[in-house]
């Protein structure tokens, strides 16, 4: 696990009257841009070709062929340019006064979700990895107070006003950790998302504590549906349910968690981003939206049967050539094309069965 116990020591680069937009990201994967580089012994590591090769930086760590869902949204806030991750020895000082990324692939809100044996079955385990709650307090004890010093303003409260807050976690806490067996093997479905969601409230709350007044929270994508799932189970058609089950319970709380949390943490505004319909829609009628392939992934992936996880890309393997048809990139995560959908809907869509309980857009400018 990543972290620090003290910021580091640099001038003042940001001015005392510039409302400076930016974001801090915390989540898994689908986030992430590049956090896990910098970790030793993590197996969920995307910073080999052939992720990255429509990147302008090449394999930087994001799982996909370009660019994710934050590089897409941090764009559309204009802001100067892509939000740098916390574990890169570079992120200090001015590099983070549009915001941190603190995302790593293979995490979760439980913490024990994705660092387990490397020994379980399926080769699930992703080794070190930085959980949802190890995220947060690498924001509270590191880039908090440096963004203060940054800003020449001890309250956090005034600063963090003008700033994005988008958690995009929870599916490997069912992929990695319950489907598993990893939970309490009596417990429910339904108890375990209940549980998981009130541990983010939790979470969300202690963020809220720290200053964060504008959340964005990305629902769970729709996971059996993901070519990973589908080569697991071959005799399968369609989507597998019950991992689609299991998201669509999690996205159903996450929803309602919107609306719940709001008066017990004043000043505050959420949005709800349906990744899940939005994907969704995409695999139900690819064509119509510009897709060819929505069940297989574009890069060569190291299925399980050769002691890969059939997420991952083999490293130097081969791709397809028309990426911007394919829904998924890896076994897994979504083609940048998706993620521009994904992003472009979040940012501006007026539907709020896709963006709750208003847009992006809409709560940047709150």
């Known amino acids: 696990m990543f972290s620090f116990s003290t910021p580091s020591t640099c001038q003042n680069t940001a001015s005392h009257d510039c409302n400076t937009k930016g974001m801090f990201v915390f989540g898994s994967s689908l986030v992430d841009n590049g956090n896990n580089n910098f970790l030793t012994n993590s197996l969920a590591k995307a910073d080999f070709s052939p992720y990255g090769v429509d990147f302008p930086l090449g394999p930087s760590g994001r799982f996909t062929n370009g660019e994710n869902v934050i590089d897409i949204l941090g764009k559309k806030l204009q802001l100067s340019d892509y939000i740098p991750s916390f574990t890169d020895p570079s992120t200090k000082c001015g590099k983070i006064v549009n915001g941190v990324n603190f995302a790593s692939g293979g995490s979760g809100i439980l913490d024990d979700t994705g660092a387990l044996a490397v020994s379980l079955p399926l080769n699930l385990s992703y080794g070190n990895v930085t959980s949802l709650n190890l995220q947060i ?17 001890n309250n956090s409260k005034e600063i963090l006003s003008d700033f994005l807050f988008v958690v995009g976690s929870g599916g490997n806490d069912y992929s990695l950790n319950y489907f598993l067996g990893l939970a309490n093997t009596n417990i429910s479905l339904e108890a375990f998302t209940d549980s998981v969601t009130a541990i983010l409230s939790a979470q969300l709350k202690r963020l809220h504590d720290l200053g964060a007044r504008k959340f964005v929270l990305m629902a769970i994508n729709p996971n059996g549906c993901s070519p990973m799932a589908l080569a697991r189970v071959p005799t399968q ?4 349910e019950n991992l689609n089950r299991a998201s669509a319970m999690f996205n159903a709380n996450l929803k ?25 829609d995409i695999i139900g009628s690819p064509r119509s939206q510009g897709f060819r392939d929505a069940s297989n992934s574009c890069c060569e992936v190291r299925q399980v049967s050769e002691g890969g996880t059939g997420i991952l890309c083999k490293r130097g393997g081969s791709i397809c050539s028309n990426r911007s048809e394919y829904v998924f990139f890896d076994g897994l995560h979504p083609t940048q094309a998706v993620n521009e959908v994904i992003a472009t809907k979040a940012f501006s869509s007026l539907i709020r069965d896709e963006v709750y309980p208003f847009n992006v857009d809409k709560l940047s400018q709150l």
């Not at 307090?137 to 303003?153: A, H, R």
């Not at 058609?237 to 597998?240: K, R, T």
């Open 237 to 240: 058609e369609g989507c597998v």
């Open 137 to 153: 307090s690498n924001f509270e004890k590191v880039t908090l107070p440096e963004l203060e010093q940054q800003f020449g303003n």
């Open 256 to 280: 309602s968690l919107v609306d719940e949390i709001r008066p017990q943490m004043p000043g505050s505004n959420l949005v709800f981003v349906n990744a899940y319909k939005i994907l969704s």
